[in-house]
């Protein structure tokens, strides 16, 4: 199996919804594979936020950890090359971020969330493993948030 190609869903502040699970609320990162398959990513209020901002071409209010990589790789003169989520670890997915200094190539673990902020930050291209996908779509919390998802904003889950 190989890198599918990942995009937020219709970027914009519609990508991100807050969903009601009855106990807590969770807001909801909607991604969709290159292959058709959308795949929901709990944020953190703070990550949803600069998400938001970053997605209305706007800059975060605040710095948060992604802004602190961010401008670290900034003044060590580093690009972002592409970020990837490529494992399922404990029930959670686990990303990478690749960077570019000069002629070499780094790769760091980071969560999901810093990884599409870094991503969409510096406009570059996002992955998901397709096996990671495919055990990802499957997880019973994915299941539930797709189906909140689809019984509180059916309209992100069409194509």
Known sequence: MGLVPLIVKEPSEN???????????????????????NLPLALEPYEAERMIAVLNGREPEQDAPGDMLRNMLIALEASVVSAA???????????????KKGEQDFSFRCFPSDAIFLA?????????????????????ETKDFLATIEEQAPQMLES
């Open 15 to 37: 990508s991100i919804l807050l969903v009601d699970f009855g106990a807590c609320e969770v807001f909801i990162l909607l991604v969709k594979a290159g292959i058709g398959v």
């Open 85 to 99: 989520i490529v494992e399922v670890e404990n029930d959670s997915f686990v990303a990478r971020i690749n960077v």
């Open 120 to 140: 969409l930050r510096s406009g570059a291209p996002m992955f998901i493993e397709e096996d990671v996908l495919i055990e990802g779509v499957s997880l019973e």
